[in-house]
């Protein structure tokens, strides 16, 4: 007798994994929010115009959706962030409200399908499921406000020149270093796209000059991978890890106007006594000031991105008049690895070249011995140096 075979149940449609939420009020995206992220979790953020190293970093996490309390392209702008997350295949649920954070409790299985937001049958939140083509019509309306953004970044840069003036004219609060800076070339490696594969291609430049190497953020890290130590790191308490600064001279970290470092307690209870940089520039031109202040002769950057599409979409307040007035600030002695990769591509070096005579000696060698005019030759050469010598004492004499 045969028995009736049951049903197999469907997984329900959409995106399903566990949800991660970080910062006081649930969506903020911090390094600690980044560090918890797993493979096949889904994160949720509140973040206005995703930006594309917050878009890089989730997709390097390995996330399978984003929920986003707020608007992730709110038309301000062109910003790249959902255009990447898309493009990786991540499902995007955007502006369902901060409900959701209420709703939602951290590592509680979610799934995300069609705009909704669900924990088990029952449906949490609604926003927008973005998709390629939602993404890039979007964009291309945001490309408009190109124009308020200009304006904007203009007052914003006369207020942080009035802010730090003193910083970035005289070089007031920027701290000491322990490090041997001055006359030397300083590669500074911070968290931006592509800055791994950058710093691959300056294997030649930094074998050859041996410069001092500077970390910014998880960029300190990329350097340890890539079989470096840094010399200094810079970046926040919370996104440095202990281990790594304990290895460096120098570990720098932003301060506010009154001294005060956030998180500071982390690292001293690791054994790091670190520097305060009073400063409201983001940690990548606080790493470049620091170069420039020390007197660097020349300082390499990698993973930064000066281009008008990657300056305008930045996640924090403030870091687009500290990047312009800090380029203004460095001048010729701030360039890009790309421009250094691209010289010392073809450079030859000095051993290759000792190298290729001792070859040409050697091969030289042995067909004079395969000839049989080797002994004639250093007769030769004997007499012409005792004629030489005679002349030379005759002179003398």
């Given at each position: 007798m045969k028995w009736p075979r049951g049903r197999t149940k469907e997984a329900p449609a959409g995106v399903a994994g566990p949800a991660r939420l970080g910062g006081r009020s649930g969506g903020e995206v911090s390094p600690e929010l980044l560090r918890r992220l797993g493979r096949g979790d889904v994160a949720v953020i509140?973040?206005?115009?995703?930006?594309?190293?917050?878009?890089?970093?989730?997709?390097?996490?390995?996330?399978?959706?984003?929920?986003?309390?707020?608007?992730?392209?709110?038309?301000?702008?062109?910003?790249?962030?959902?255009?990447?997350?898309?493009?990786?295949?991540?499902?995007?649920?955007?502006?369902?409200?901060?409900?959701v954070l209420r709703r939602v409790r951290d590592g509680a299985p979610v799934r995300l399908h069609d705009g909704g937001v669900y924990v088990g049958d029952q449906e949490v939140a609604r926003g927008f499921s973005q998709t390629a083509d939602t993404v890039a019509d979007q964009l291309g309306e945001a490309r408009w406000g190109l124009a308020a953004q200009l304006e904007a970044f203009s007052a914003n840069t006369t207020e942080f020149m009035g802010r730090e003036r003193g910083m970035l004219l005289d070089g007031v609060g920027v701290p000491g270093l322990e490090t041997a800076v001055h006359g030397r070339s300083v590669l500074v490696v911070a968290p931006g796209s592509d800055h791994v594969a950058e710093l691959r291609r300056l294997k030649h430049f930094v074998r050859e000059e041996r410069p001092v190497l500077l970390g910014v953020g998880s960029g300190?890290?990329?350097?340890?991978?890539?079989?470096?130590?840094?010399?200094?790191?810079?970046?926040?308490?919370?996104e440095i890890d202990p281990e790594l600064a304990r290895k460096a001279v120098d570990v720098v970290i932003p301060a506010d106007t009154d001294g005060h470092i956030a998180g500071l307690a982390r690292l001293q209870d690791a054994g790091i006594d670190p520097l305060g940089f009073p400063s409201s520039a983001n940690p990548e031109d606080m790493a470049l000031l620091l170069a420039h202040r020390h007197g660097a002769s020349l300082v390499v950057a990698c993973g930064f991105d000066a281009t008008l599409t990657g300056f305008l979409d930045r996640g924090r307040s403030g870091s687009n008049p500290s990047t312009v007035l800090t380029r203004l600030r460095l001048g010729p002695t701030l360039v890009d690895s790309s421009a250094v990769a691209a010289l010392h591509r073809h450079r030859v070096t000095t051993g290759a070249v000792l190298l290729l005579l001792l070859a040409v000696v050697a091969v030289g060698g042995a067909a004079l011995l395969a000839s049989g005019l080797a002994e004639a030759i250093v007769m030769l050469l004997r007499e012409g140096w005792d004629a030489t010598v005679s002349a030379a004492r005759g002179v003398g004499g």
């Open positions: 509140d973040q206005v115009d995703l930006d594309r190293a917050t878009a890089h970093a989730l997709v390097d996490a390995g996330v399978a959706g984003v929920i986003n309390v707020s608007p992730s392209i709110s038309g301000r702008y062109p910003n790249l962030g959902p255009e990447i997350l898309t493009e990786a295949g991540i499902a995007l649920v955007d502006d369902v409200g901060d409900g300190a890290e990329s350097l340890r991978a890539a079989g470096y130590t840094p010399a200094v790191v810079v970046g926040t308490a919370l």
